[in-house]
C-alpha cells in the first residue's frame, strides 16, 4: 500500500524556510530563535498524526499552546522536544503561540484524501 | 521476496480485472456521456439502463464486502462542494468531448484518433490543474469541505440492508422515469390526473416495462448464446453491465475499489517522469502523483485499453483514423475540461457515478450529481434547437 506520506510527497516545495512546509514523513522541525518560530507554518492532512520536533534555539524556556484539542508544550532554553500532533479533521488554520512572545506558527490542516485524488490506496 | 510476489500477482490480477471491464465497456459501447445526453435529449435509457444495471449489482455485492471487510479497499475520502464544482466541470467536459473518460480509452483503443485528441486533452488538464496543485489544498478543497468521508454502508445497520434500499429506490426511480417517458409517447397521460397519481402510474408502467424486458432478456439469453456472435457483435448493455459488477466484485476482493482518473494521471506523471525529472518537478501535482512504478490502479487502466483493443479487433472494428479538421477544437477543449474536473472534483465518471454510488459513498454521491448536473448543462448549451 501506498502510504499518506507518499501521497503528500512533493505537495509543496518548503525549500523557504519561512514559508509553509510539508508533513513530508509525518515529522517535521520547527526551530524557535529569538521568539520567532521557522518555519511558520505546516500543512498537513486532516485527521493524520504528525510528529513536531521544536528546537528552542533561545536563552529562555517557550511554552507554547495551540487552540486545537489540548496541545501544549514546554521547551526548556537549548533543548528540542518532540511531539505528536493529531491534526483536527475539520480543514483550517490552527494556531500555536508562545506565551510572553508575539511568536507563532500555524498548522494547515487540508483534506489531503481529496488533493491526492483516486490514485492513491490509502494505508488508513 | 514475498511482498515482490505479491505484488506481481496483485498486478497480473489487475491486468486481467481491466480486460474484464475494457471488453465490457467496448461491447456494450458504455459511456456515460451518451447514456446521458441521450436521456436528455430523448428520454433513451438504453445505455443508461446497463450502468444502472452494473451499479446496482455491485451495490449489493459491495455491500458484502463492506461488511466482511470494513472500509478497507474502499476510497471513501472527504466531501464538500469541490463535489459539486468539479463533477460539473467533468459533466460539461465530456458532453463537449463526445465521451466520458473511460469511453474516450476505449475509443482510443479501437485507433480512434479524434478520441486520441481528447485525451490529450484530459492530459492538458491534469497539468494545468497540477500547476496549481501546492495551492489546491488550501485555497480550494479545505474552504469547500464540508465533512470527513463516509458511506452509506456504516450506517448502524448490515450493509446488505442498506444496500437492498437503495437498490429498492433506485429502480423505482428508474420505473417512475421509464413510465413516465413510455406514458408520455404512448399519450397515456390524462391532463386531470393529480401528480402523486400520475407518479404512481408511471412507477406501476415503468416496472411492467422493467418485467418484461428482464424476461425477454433471459429468455433469449437462456434460448442459447453463440459465442461466435457474441464476439463479432455489440452486446447488450445490461449483458456488460452484469459483466462490470462481476469483474468489480472480484477486483475488490484481490485489491479494492475500481477508480479511472487517479491511476490514469498516475501513467500521466509517469510519462513526464520518463521523460525526465525535470519534466515531472516543472508541475507539482505530477510530481505528487508520481508513482514511482506500476501501481494495481494502473495496472487495470493498461488491462482496460488491452480489453478494448481485443473487443475492437474481434469484433472488426479496430480501425485507425485520423481526426477530421471538422471536429474542430471540441475534442481537445473537452478533455481539458475533463481532465481539470477530475482533479478539482476528484474523480471521473466511474470513480464518481460507479464507484462512488455503488459505494454508497457521500462523496460519490455528491460529485456523481455535479456530473450529472455539469452533462445536463454542457447537453442543454451544446445540443440548443436551432431557429
Not at chain 1, 533543548?79 to 479533521?89: A, F, I, L
Not at chain 2, 469547500?144 to 437498490?167: H, K, N
Request: charged share 15%; hydrophobic share 45%.
Amino acid at each position: 500500500m501506498t502510504g499518506a506520506v507518499a501521497g503528500t510527497g512533493g505537495c509543496l516545495d518548503a525549500s523557504d524556510p519561512g514559508e509553509t512546509t510539508e508533513d513530508g514523513g509525518h515529522r517535521t522541525t520547527v526551530t524557535i530563535r529569538d521568539g520567532t518560530f521557522t518555519p511558520t507554518s505546516l500543512e498537513a492532512a486532516t485527521g493524520h498524526d504528525v510528529t513536531v520536533v521544536f528546537e528552542n534555539r533561545d536563552s529562555r524556556e517557550h511554552v507554547l499552546r495551540g487552540d486545537f484539542g489540548s496541545f501544549g508544550v514546554t521547551v526548556p532554553p537549548g533543548e528540542t522536544v518532540s511531539r505528536q500532533v493529531t491534526v483536527p479533521n475539520e480543514p483550517g488554520d490552527y494556531e500555536v503561540v508562545c506565551e510572553g512572545s508575539d511568536g507563532s506558527f500555524e498548522l494547515k490542516s487540508v483534506p489531503a484524501d481529496v488533493l491526492r485524488g483516486c490514485g492513491y490506496e490509502s494505508d488508513e | 521476496m514475498a511482498v515482490g510476489t505479491k505484488a506481481m500477482s496483485e498486478l497480473a490480477f489487475a491486468l486481467v480485472a481491466g480486460i474484464g471491464f475494457g471488453v465490457c465497456f467496448q461491447k456494450g459501447r458504455i459511456c456515460y456521456a451518451s447514456a446521458l445526453s441521450d436521456f436528455f435529449l430523448f428520454r433513451s435509457s438504453r445505455v443508461g439502463g446497463g450502468i444502472l444495471l452494473a451499479t446496482l449489482l455491485t451495490t449489493l455485492t459491495w455491500s458484502g464486502a463492506y461488511l466482511f471487510g470494513g472500509g478497507a479497499g474502499f476510497w471513501l475520502p472527504s466531501w464538500g462542494f469541490y463535489g459539486l464544482l468539479g463533477g460539473a466541470i467533468f459533466g460539461v467536459g465530456m458532453i463537449l468531448a463526445g465521451a466520458c473518460l473511460t469511453s474516450t480509452l476505449w475509443r482510443v483503443a479501437s485507433g480512434s484518433g479524434q478520441y486520441a485528441l481528447v485525451l490529450a486533452g484530459v492530459v492538458v488538464g491534469f497539468a494545468l490543474t497540477g500547476l496549481i496543485h501546492p495551492w489546491l489544498g488550501e485555497w480550494y478543497f479545505a474552504p469547500l469541505w464540508l465533512g470527513t468521508g463516509t458511506t452509506a454502508f456504516a450506517l448502524p445497520v448490515p450493509a446488505p440492508v442498506v444496500a437492498i434500499a437503495f437498490v429498492g429506490v433506485a429502480v423505482l426511480a428508474y420505473a417512475a422515469l421509464t413510465g413516465s417517458t413510455r406514458r408520455h409517447f404512448e399519450g397515456e397521460i390524462d391532463e386531470d390526473e393529480g401528480r402523486i397519481a400520475g407518479l404512481r402510474a408511471s412507477v406501476a408502467t415503468g416496472l411492467v416495462g422493467l418485467l418484461e424486458g428482464t424476461r425477454q432478456y433471459v429468455e433469449a439469453r437462456t434460448s442459447g448464446i453463440d459465442p461466435g456472435r457474441a464476439l463479432r457483435r455489440p452486446w447488450d448493455p445490461r449483458t456488460s453491465g452484469i459483466g462490470i459488477a462481476l469483474t468489480a466484485t472480484v477486483w475488490i476482493g484481490v485489491s479494492g475499489v475500481w477508480t479511472v482518473s487517479g491511476p490514469l494521471e498516475g501513467w500521466i506523471a509517469l510519462a513526464f517522469g520518463t521523460v525526465g525529472t525535470g519534466a515531472v518537478n516543472a508541475v507539482p501535482g505530477l510530481a505528487a502523483a508520481f508513482p514511482g512504478g506500476v501501481s494495481p490502479g494502473m495496472g487495470v487502466i493498461a488491462g482496460f485499453l488491452a480489453g478494448a483493443f481485443l473487443a475492437a479487433v474481434a469484433g472488426g472494428e479496430f480501425n485507425l483514423d485520423a481526426p477530421t479538421r471538422s471536429v474542430g477544437v471540441a475534442p481537445v477543449a473537452g478533455g481539458v475540461l475533463m481532465g481539470i474536473g477530475a482533479k478539482l472534483a476528484p474523480g471521473c465518471n466511474v470513480t464518481n457515478l460507479y464507484t462512488g454510488v455503488a459505494s454508497l459513498s457521500v462523496h460519490g454521491i455528491v460529485a456523481g450529481i455535479g456530473i450529472v448536473l455539469g452533462a445536463y448543462v454542457g447537453t442543454r448549451l451544446l445540443f440548443r434547437p436551432q431557429r
